[in-house]
């Protein structure tokens, strides 16, 4: 059973960063994929950033160059470095395990095959 529980939302002006942190406890460091999301209101969980356990990192389009994904195995933590903000990251953010991972697939950038999720932190960029 994988758990997961994130922090470090909060409040920034535009052109800011925050470092948000997923505590994981239950997954398989040797095989995974990890993932981070995020949600606003009316609209479908979007995908950030996705790391396995390859060393492979994929980010959306609207995050490249700005956020950077990282997971610390000797403290089973999870971070999302994200700078530049903007008010279009305003959004819950979400830290989810897909597990199993199967070989021979690239973490994905979408929810489906993530099982295990956080309860989510916010982040808000003010203009």
């Known amino acids: 059973q994988v758990q997961l529980v994130e922090s470090g939302g909060g409040s920034v002006q535009a052109g800011g960063s925050l470092r948000l942190s997923c505590a994981a406890s239950?997954?398989?460091?040797?095989?995974?994929?990890m993932g981070w999301f995020r949600q606003v209101p009316g609209k479908e969980r979007e995908g950030v950033a996705g790391?396995?356990?390859?060393?492979?990192?994929r980010y959306s389009d609207s995050v490249k160059g700005r956020f950077t994904a990282s997971i610390d195995n000797a403290k089973n933590t999870l971070y999302l470095q994200m700078n530049t903000l903007s008010p279009e990251d305003t959004a819950m953010y979400y830290c989810a395990a897909f597990s199993p991972f199967p070989y021979g697939l690239t973490c994905p950038l979408r929810t489906g095959g993530y099982t295990y999720w956080g309860q989510g932190t916010p982040v808000t960029v003010a203009s």
């Open positions: 239950g997954y398989n460091k040797r095989r995974y994929c």
């Open positions: 790391m396995d356990s390859d060393g492979n990192i």
